[in-house]
């Protein structure tokens, strides 16, 4: 079992940074695959990113590629969202996931098995 908690969303303008974090619990955090998605108000869950195991290897969305990063600190059990050049519909809430069988980096929410809470992130213009 993971328990992954995210860290507060914000209220950023457009344009603007914003980072927020997984903390994972339980099993070990260094054999799963994380993965970021959000979910936009009345829509589904889509993808955003995800990091490999080590975090050496990395995938993004191409909605969001050159203005996030994902990455990784196994020691502290902790996931990071830098999120940079915000734009208004990237308002969503975002959640962190762990995928156990981490065949790859998956883009499927069904794919992940454990999630976070959620986390509200909303930018205006």
């Known amino acids: 079992q993971v328990q992954l908690v995210e860290s507060w969303g914000a209220l950023v303008q457009a344009g603007g940074s914003l980072s927020v974090s997984c903390a994972a619990s339980?099993?070990?955090?260094?054999?799963?695959?994380i993965g970021w998605f959000l979910q936009a108000s009345g829509k589904e869950r889509e993808f955003v990113g995800a990091?490999?195991?080590?975090?050496?290897?990395?995938n993004y969305a191409d909605s969001v590629k050159g203005r996030f990063t994902i990455s990784r600190d196994n020691a502290k059990n902790m996931v990071y969202l830098q999120m940079s050049s915000l734009k208004v519909e990237d308002t969503a809430v975002y959640y962190c996931a762990a995928d156990r069988l981490g065949y790859g980096l998956r883009t499927t929410p069904l794919d992940y098995d454990y999630w976070g809470q959620g986390t509200q992130v909303t930018v205006s213009s």
């Open positions: 990091i490999s195991r080590t975090g050496g290897v990395t």
């Open positions: 339980g099993r070990t955090f260094s054999s799963d695959v």
